[in-house]
Nanobody, 124 residues
């Protein structure tokens, strides 16, 4: 299984971006999926997760109400819609696949596959 994240870029504060993560070498429907991020000089942190069916999602408090995670199992793709972006959202964003299809927690050891990351830079 491989994950390929894309969609990052430079955006002004208050703007929007949509990240995508394509899974290859397997079926996306077998996995719960999540997004994490790592800001410069900081530890990687949980952003959002979604169960295999898309019927349950969880979010970090810092992004709740601004970000939305979704998935299209037919396209083997998970998305992160980011609205009302803030400077503090600047980070490398990683998608990850959990071994359990219903896992939506923030514990990194529960995610067996990781994408390479896509950089999101929010400017003032």
């Amino acid at each position: 299984v491989q994950l390929q994240a894309s969609g990052g870029g430079l955006v002004q504060a208050g703007g929007s971006l949509r990240l995508s993560c394509v899974l290859s070498g397997g079926a996306l429907s077998s996995y719960a999926m999540s997004w994490f991020r790592q800001a410069p000089g900081q530890d990687r942190e949980f952003v959002a997760a979604i169960v295999w069916s898309g019927t349950k999602t969880t979010y970090a408090n810092s992004v709740k109400g601004r970000f939305a995670i979704s998935r299209d199992n037919a396209k083997n793709t998970v998305y992160l819609q980011m609205n009302s972006l803030k400077i503090e959202d600047t980070a490398v964003y990683y998608c990850a696949a959990a071994g359990h299809p219903y896992y939506t927690g923030s514990s990194e050891p529960n995610y067996g596959y990781w994408g390479q990351g896509t950089l999101v830079t929010v400017s003032s």
